[in-house]
């Protein structure tokens, strides 16, 4: 009979301990960068909302709506801290309008060679703890970075070719604000600021020539093949950060297993979503070559051109640096990470 009463007694002690899902729900609104009908959007909706409800046994959902479904995509930073959203999952680069230190976080263009070693920096190399520090100043401490990233080394469209430094004179290129559009005005183009989920239309009706637009599956899921039909890949510019971060008092309220299981839930789905990006992007590209597809030709850049295009760059990184103090750490911190990395040598 003690056994039994033992038993039971653990039984319940696990029901009580062990389980988030007793309580209601948390539904967790989030705004993206990604359109509703791009690949990561459909990927991060479909195959890893419902694994936070299932990781915290339903104590935990999160709600992610397309890019400006509930605000404009430059507005999550007073969204967010005002609590009209508890999150979002945004791109760092469209905040650089407030500070440069945003537009070297988003995107240090033309900088890392692969997505992992940008996702190292944010993640291992001081760069969340440097977004945090720009959150502190312009959210007044209302926001809390759970991580970024980059998902995506971004292709290129373009209605014509674009093989050279030299082929950017005179293009008018959708660029988002910010450092990207400073290198791409630095290489000769004319850049225009607008959202990703106008760049169809503008390229259509040729307001823009090219589009800095995203990872080669979101470029052809958008349909931007069809009539942008000579991509650049692999990309010679962007890895664009994509950041989470959710509202200090949403965090502050939730319990300690709550917010581990919402830092693991990220840290494997921005892995897991940027990896199943590259491998759709290598099968679309084989496909493509082979000319299966709508596309007229992938372009590759050779080594030099790409390598001026780098130094072009180089020159915007160190002007953007000097227009904060925030820009200046911001700065500081990537350049830090890649001499340890080994991406630059120690005189850089």
């Not at 014509?160 to 000769?188: H, M, W, Y």
């Not at 600021?193 to 599956?217: N, Q, R, W």
């Not at 009539?227 to 692999?234: C, E, L, R, S």
């Given at each position: 009979m003690l056994k039994k009463v033992t038993l039971a007694m653990a039984l319940g002690a696990f029901a009580m301990t062990g389980s988030l899902g007793s309580a209601e729900a948390k539904v967790l609104k989030f705004q993206t960068s990604s359109s509703a009908g791009s690949f990561t959007y459909k990927y991060m909706t479909e195959v890893w909302a419902p694994k936070l409800k299932a990781m915290s046994g339903g104590a935990l959902e999160i709600d992610i709506a397309p890019t400006r479904a509930i605000v404009p995509h430059r507005e999550t930073i007073s969204a967010v801290k005002n609590g009209i959203l508890d999150g979002d999952l945004n791109a760092v680069a469209y905040f650089s309008g407030l500070d440069a230190g945003f537009g070297l976080m988003g995107d240090l263009i033309a900088g890392y060679d692969t997505t992992d070693q940008m996702g190292m920096f944010c993640m291992n190399g001081g760069g969340k703890e440097m977004l945090q520090k720009l959150f502190d100043k312009y959210a007044q401490k209302g926001i809390h970075v759970i991580g970024?990233?980059?998902?995506?080394?971004?292709?290129?469209?373009?209605?014509?070719?674009?093989?050279?430094?030299?082929?950017?004179?005179?293009?008018?290129?959708?660029?988002?604000?910010?450092?990207?559009?400073?290198?791409?005005?630095?290489?000769?183009?004319?850049?225009?600021?607008?959202?990703?989920?106008?760049?169809?239309?503008?390229?259509?009706?040729?307001?823009?020539?090219?589009?800095?637009?995203?990872?080669?599956?979101?470029?052809?899921?958008?349909?931007?093949?069809?009539?942008?039909?000579?991509?650049?890949?692999?990309?010679?510019?962007?890895?664009?950060?994509?950041?989470?971060?959710?509202?200090?008092?949403?965090?502050?309220?939730?319990?300690?297993?709550?917010?581990?299981?919402?830092?693991?839930?990220?840290?494997?789905?921005?892995?897991?979503?940027r990896r199943a990006s590259d491998l759709e992007d290598r099968k679309l590209v084989s496909r493509d070559k082979a000319g299966n597809g709508n596309v007229t030709e992938v372009i590759d850049w050779t080594l030099e051109e790409r390598t001026k295009f780098r130094e072009i760059a180089v020159g915007a990184w160190k002007a953007f640096a000097e227009k904060s103090p925030l820009a200046q750490e911001a700065y500081d911190a990537n350049i830090k990470f890649m001499k340890e990395y080994g991406l630059l040598g120690p005189d850089f």
């Open positions: 970024c990233g980059p998902f995506a080394r971004e292709a290129f469209v373009a209605t014509k070719p674009i093989r050279s430094v030299a082929d950017f004179k005179g293009v008018k290129v959708r660029s988002p604000e910010g450092l990207a559009s400073e290198v791409f005005r630095r290489a000769g183009a004319a850049p225009v600021a607008i959202p990703f989920s106008e760049v169809y239309t503008s390229l259509e009706k040729g307001i823009v020539d090219a589009a800095d637009a995203s990872a080669y599956v979101n470029n052809e899921s958008s349909g931007l093949h069809k009539i942008a039909k000579f991509p650049i890949y692999p990309g010679i510019h962007s890895m664009a950060v994509i950041q989470m971060v959710i509202n200090q008092k949403v965090w502050d309220k939730m319990s300690e297993q709550e917010r581990t299981i919402l830092d693991v839930w990220y840290l494997a789905y921005s892995n897991d979503i």
